[in-house]
């Protein structure tokens, strides 16, 4: 299949990028002008440089059978800041992909959040991530939601901007610097790999069917503490971890993993271990 991926220097862009490719679609990477740079994504081969907001970003998806929407905003913190970027980069972008879609006949591929759906939202990203649906919604270009929990792995890197628990444990293992839970350090979070998820994505497309909505999740929801010791583990140091209490900020106070109504993407998943250990020694590496 013929694929465009937005937000192809970033961590899930980049991953899919380069697994897509290995698994035999011919992949097109776009990225924004002026993208942070990042190390894994530096030799990214063909990357073309467009907004994915403006309207020249819509003649590249002609030709291609999908297109992955990995651009967009996909940190809480960043949208907590900045509210209206975090609506123009998650709801805005997929709006114009959409309108191109339609007029080349193309699969919008959505990712969006487990938080998406959460009425009142939780927190600003998780109101532009609702957003973002409802322009799938509206819109009658084909179009997949696919809902991510908490997606972790190669490429994913804290002092390149990355957010999620895992990578911010993985950050300060390395460094024997100690882990500090905020709040509830049971709190819980669905961890996927990166790599299992992208498989399924490929799946799904091969495929041609999917339903309107699916939720990316391995169905075994993970403690947070549970998570940093089983890091702690991976990297093989002493660092301590700390759960001082407090309160997190709004959106990261409360646990996220599958409701019993929710559709899930057909998806094999590595144990929760065994990707930390892959992500740590992916990051050693």
Known sequence: MRLLITGATGYLGWRATVLLRERGHDVTPTTRPGARARAASRDLAGVVTADAAAPEARDLVAGHD???????????????????????????????????????????????????????????????????????????????????????????????GATGAIAAFADRALRGEAITIPGDPMRTRDFVYVDDLVAALDAMLRAGDSPRVVLAASGAPTPLLTAAHAVVAAVGNDTPVETPGGSPPPGDERSYEAGPDDVLLPMTCRPIETGISDYVAWLQA
Do not use: M, W
Request: with cysteine.
């Open 66 to 160: 999908a297109v992955l929407h990995f651009a967009g905003v996909p940190s809480p913190a960043y949208a907590r800041e900045h509210p209206a970027d975090a609506v123009l980069g998650n709801a805005g972008t997929t709006l114009n992909l959409l309108e191109a879609c339609r007029d080349h006949d193309a699969l919008l591929v959505y990712p969006s959040s487990v938080r998406a759906p959460i009425l009142p939202s939780p927190d600003p990203y998780g109101a532009s991530k609702f957003l973002g649906e409802q322009a799938c919604v509206a819109h009658e270009a084909r179009s997949v939601i696919v809902r991510l929990t908490s997606v972790f792995g190669p490429g994913q890197v804290r002092a390149e």
